[in-house]
T-cell receptor, first 107, second 120 residues
């Protein structure tokens, strides 16, 4: 199985801040990496797919980069609705695996 | 509009078999490469992928749970069914179904989830 790790596990930030979350795969997943946002009591919402492609309807302050084993999700100018938990997921090979999550909360 | 909705029991006893149904609309599971998967989330924990089925009836399972899982589809009803045998309290959590658009792609549309508790 491909193991996914994320750092940090949590981050405190203020509205307007830039937040960067890192995801690392235990082996190359090429660009088959997705990012999801989840708020309490809600299902995950796809933000980024294929490492850097913005899902339709997702604000442009979200961006993704990376390939191989190292990936980054960046949120520019954090908004109140962005306080949530973020998960990465590799879509290259079975079993699909998710990272442990990064919680973005209010400083 | 694409929607998926999970249905099933909210409570099962240990050793029982769980049956969950995902009813979807707005897309066809017959479209090449499209799949419907199941993902679960224990309370306060991360997401765990369980199984996936494609329109050609191809199926994939999480190796750690494969002996307990069966995924099937009823294309005429736009439904995907997941059965999980020998339920245990550690299986407690929220179970989601979600659409996978194609090979190598992510899960783009998710159901609201169904909450399950396993307890005697």
């Amino acid at each position: 199985d491909i193991q996914m790790t994320q750092s940090p596990s949590s981050v405190s930030a203020s509205v307007g801040d830039r937040v960067t979350i890192t995801c690392r795969a235990s082996q190359s997943v090429s660009s088959w990496l997705a990012w999801y946002q989840q708020t309490p009591g809600k299902p995950p919402k796809l933000l980024i797919y294929a490492a850097s492609l913005l899902q339709t309807g997702v604000p442009s302050r979200f961006s993704g980069s990376g390939s191989g084993t190292d990936f980054t999700l960046t949120i520019n100018s954090l908004q109140p609705e962005d306080f949530a938990t973020y998960y990465c997921q590799q879509a290259k090979s079975y079993p699909f695996t998710f990272g442990p999550g990064t919680k973005v909360d209010i400083k | 509009q694409i929607t998926l909705k999970e249905s099933g029991p909210t409570l099962v006893k240990p050793t029982q078999t769980l049956t969950l149904t995902c009813t979807f609309s707005g897309f066809s599971l017959s479209t090449g490469g499209v799949g419907v998967g199941w993902i679960r989330q224990p309370p306060g924990k991360a997401l765990e992928w369980l199984a996936l089925i494609y329109g050609d009836d191809g199926k994939r399972y999480s190796p750690s749970l494969e002996t307990r899982l069966t995924i099937t589809k009823d294309t005429s009803k736009n439904q995907v069914v997941l059965t999980m045998t020998n339920m245990d309290p550690v299986d407690t959590g929220t179970y989601y179904c979600a659409r996978r658009r194609g090979a190598g792609d992510a899960f783009d549309i998710w159901g609201q989830g169904t909450i399950l508790t396993v307890t005697s």
